[in-house]
Nanobody, 124 residues
Framework: VQLQASGGGLVQAGGPLRLSCAAS????????MGWFRQAPGKEREFVSAISGSGFSTYYADSVKGRFTISRDNAKNTQYLQMNSLKPEDTAVYYC??????????????????WGKGTQVTVSS
């Protein structure tokens, strides 16, 4: 699976931003998708995930209620709608994929495919 993330940029605190991740190389609806992020000097951390059908979603506590993950299997694309952004959301955001859905179990080591990151910067 090849993943290409886009949509990052500079936004003021409180504003919205939407990330996209286009996938290719495997039946998209069979692949669980997710997002991680990595801030300078910190480890890469889980943000959100969605099952192949889109029926199940999972969020880190730090983004719950502000971020919404979704996918369009007809377009082989997943999205991360980020609202009420905070300066602490500043990071490089990475698209991720796993061959199976493991529910809330999303360690970095469990990711099968990574995309290149897209920078999100939230100014105060």
């Amino acid at each position: 699976v090849q993943l290409q993330a886009s949509g990052g940029g500079l936004v003021q605190a409180g504003g919205p931003l939407r990330l996209s991740c286009a996938a290719s190389g495997r039946t998209f609806s069979n692949v669980a998708m997710g997002w991680f992020r990595q801030a300078p000097g910190k480890e890469r951390e889980f943000v959100s995930a969605i099952s192949g059908s889109g029926f199940s979603t999972y969020y880190a506590d730090s983004v719950k209620g502000r971020f919404t993950i979704s996918r369009d299997n007809a377009k082989n694309t997943q999205y991360l709608q980020m609202n009420s952004l905070k300066p602490e959301d500043t990071a490089v955001y990475y698209c991720a994929a796993r061959r199976q859905w493991y529910g809330t179990n999303w360690p970095r080591e469990g990711v099968d495919y990574w995309g290149k990151g897209t920078q999100v910067t939230v100014s105060s």
